[in-house]
């Protein structure tokens, strides 16, 4: 892909709904996929049909998860073999895409740093969490799809909704603080509610928690999560810490689970008052 075409795309144009039907229905190439939106005779030349939602595929996610990435190591920036992992792609793609993002201002990239997006990286990260997370609780709310299953359709359905379906759902669900995970929303004018951090792990014994947020969204993790009583939500007591053997053994709903300190860590929860 060229970094200098990728400089030339608009990010604040979303593709429209009836396009992104018809790409998925026919086979690429037609010409109605082509003229619907993406009429142009450049376009038209182009070999292969979908390299502009591609490209802007790719570009969400990586942003998306440099910004996943930054938040969750307090805003330092992120490794490239962090990102390589995250997105499950080489270390030298990478390299290669952190360049371009960095050419369309996008991210900023210091050997032996890390990178860091910028303003306008960060509004597009934003963007397509809100997309993502809206995405996540309406087909929790409207279809009944369990917490397990929705990151997934989320993922494939980010990429393809338009802002103004976005901000329908959003109105239609009552502009809901969090999604079904309890990750945080953002809101339409680019802002984030910022939530409590304290994990289960550091959460104190005897004391009543409440679990508010799973970090983890891996969906046999969250099916063995709702098998143990722990979906969100649930309220329970830590009823012991046992840091030195690495183990946190919790009490929901009469029964007691004893959780490795590293799951733990992946749950969010917000303590009351003591017993
Ligand atoms: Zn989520």
């Not at 490794?79 to 360049?99: E, F, H, I, N, Y």
């Not at 012991?240 to 053994?249: D, K, L, P, Q, S």
């Amino acid at each position: 892909m060229g970094s200098r075409w990728v400089a030339k795309m608009g990010y604040n144009q979303r593709r429209c709904l009836g396009c992104v039907g018809s790409r998925s229905r026919e086979p690429s190439g037609t010409s109605k996929a082509l003229t619907h939106c993406h009429s142009g005779p450049a376009r038209l030349a182009e070999p292969t049909v979908g390299t502009n939602d591609l490209a802007s595929l790719t570009i969400e996610n990586y942003v998306k998860a440099i910004y996943q990435t930054c938040v969750r190591q307090a805003n330092e920036p992120a490794a490239t073999g962090q990102l390589a992992s995250a997105l499950r792609v080489s270390p030298g793609s990478v390299t290669s895409m952190l360049k371009t993002l960095g050419e369309s201002g996008l991210a900023e990239y210091t050997p032996y740093e890390g990178v860091r997006l910028t303003r306008s990286g960060n509004k597009l990260a934003l963007r397509v969490l809100r997309r993502h997370r809206l995405i996540e609780l309406f087909l929790a709310q409207t279809l009944d799809l369990s917490w397990d299953e929705v990151h997934e359709e989320a993922e494939n359905m980010e990429h393809a909704v338009s802002d103004r379906l976005i901000d329908r759902i959003d109105e239609f669900l009552g502009k809901p603080a969090t999604d079904p995970h309890g990750d945080p929303i953002p809101r339409a004018d680019g802002t984030i509610e910022a939530m409590p951090s304290l994990s289960l792990a550091d959460a104190s014994v005897g004391n009543p928690f409440e679990l508010v947020r799973v970090l983890d969204q891996a969906p046999e993790f969250l099916r063995y999560l709702s098998e143990t009583g722990l979906s969100l939500g649930a309220q329970g007591a830590v009823a012991a810490n046992r840091t030195e053997a690495g183990i946190v053994t919790v009490n929901v709903a009469g029964e007691e689970t004893t959780l490795s300190r590293e799951v733990a860590e992946k749950l969010l929860v917000t303590q009351t008052a003591e017993l």
